[in-house]
């Protein structure tokens, strides 16, 4: 069943793959701010299924990313863990699926701890302390928080040096607002393909496709 699902996943990212190509900010939206969000329930209730999500995972690596960054090179592992970290940290936040899993269903159920017991107990007076749950998703929160600056950390020791820079910079405030906005048009925010291509081009110090070989003055 759930490999169905994933396959169904695989196809919907296919059409975002295809609309990268001709508008790379609305894909990128589209998949930042719904698409990955559609997986999350998955993530949280089903245990051990990082393996059965690696065909979505490998079909988001070598098709979806290549189609909205037009990148001229391979995306390996360094550049995918890369793009996952968040816009606030100066990176993208195009999550792995496959790697948030464990993760998401271990937290899921440290959240529903609780109210699982008394179901089990058939206890139908007692009531869950907001308050631990609280608790609980903020330690849950600096956990991930802390892990994404331990990955960033090492994936600064193996790219480029001038990458280095450039996230520093990205990490500056509001430096990531035209990034994780949504692309409006009668706002301003939609960034043409050229644009939005040039620009994470300049965001990871990668080189500018198209530039003119002399100049024209």
Known sequence: MLRKKVSEWVKEVGVLSGMAKTEPHAAYSAFTHGLQHRWSFV????????????????????????????????IGEDVRELLSIPPRLGEMGITSLEKMAEEKNRNSINLTRSLTEKVIAQDAKGETDQNVILELKKTMSRNRQSAQMESLERLKDVVQV????????????????????????????RLNKQEF?????????????????????
């Open 197 to 217: 291509v040039d620009a994470v081009a300049l965001r990871y110090g990668w080189p500018v496709e198209g530039l003119p070989k002399t100049c024209v003055c």
């Open 162 to 189: 001038e990458t280095v820079r450039k996230i520093h910079i990205a990490q500056e405030t509001g430096a990531s607002k035209w990034l994780t906005c949504l692309p409006i048009r009668a706002k301003g925010f």
């Open 43 to 74: 993530k949280r209730i089903i245990p051990g299924i990082s393996r059965l999500l690696r065909p979505l995972e490998e079909f988001i690596r070598k098709t979806f990313l290549p189609a909205l960054l037009k990148t001229n090179f391979t």
